[in-house]
C-alpha cells in the first residue's frame, strides 16, 4: 500500500561521505514523519535522524554534527547526507515513514541499505 524505496549505500573510507535517499509512494494522505534507523551486526536497530513534514530534524548523538537529514516534502522523499563517515557508522540503514493512509496512521520501513565505512 506504501512502498519506500532506498538509495545510496555502499562502501567508503573513514572520512569520506555518503548520501542516502528514500521515496515514499503509494496511497498516501499524509505523511508526520519520515527517518532513518540503522542496525550493525548483533546489535538493536536505532534511530539515526527524523524529520517532521515541517522540518524539524532529530538526531542520534552520535551523529550530530556529520549526519543531516533533508526532506522534499513535493516528492515525499528525505535524504540522509552523511559526512565524515567512521567504523562504527557500518550498519544497514533502514528508512521508515508514519504515513496517514485509508485507515489510519501507520508506521511503513523501507528495504535496508548496507554503508560500510572501512580503510
Known amino acids: 500500500q506504501v512502498q519506500l524505496v532506498v538509495s545510496g549505500g555502499g562502501l567508503v573510507q573513514p572520512g569520506g561521505s555518503l548520501r542516502l535517499s528514500c521515496s515514499a509512494s503509494?496511497?498516501?494522505?499524509?505523511?508526520?514523519?519520515m527517518g532513518w534507523y540503522r542496525q550493525a551486526p548483533g546489535k538493536e536497530r536505532e534511530l539515526v535522524a527524523t524529520v517532521t513534514r515541517g522540518g524539524s530534524t532529530n538526531y542520534a548523538d552520535s551523529v550530530q554534527g556529520r549526519f543531516t537529514i533533508s526532506a522534499n516534502n513535493a516528492k515525499n522523499t528525505i535524504y540522509l547526507q552523511m559526512n565524515s563517515l567512521k567504523p562504527e557508522d557500518t550498519a544497514v540503514y533502514y528508512c521508515n515513514a508514519v504515513v496517514l493512509v485509508s485507515y489510519g496512521w501507520s508506521k511503513f520501513w523501507g528495504q535496508g541499505t548496507q554503508v560500510t565505512v572501512s580503510p
Open positions: 503509494g496511497s498516501i494522505v499524509s505523511i508526520n514523519t
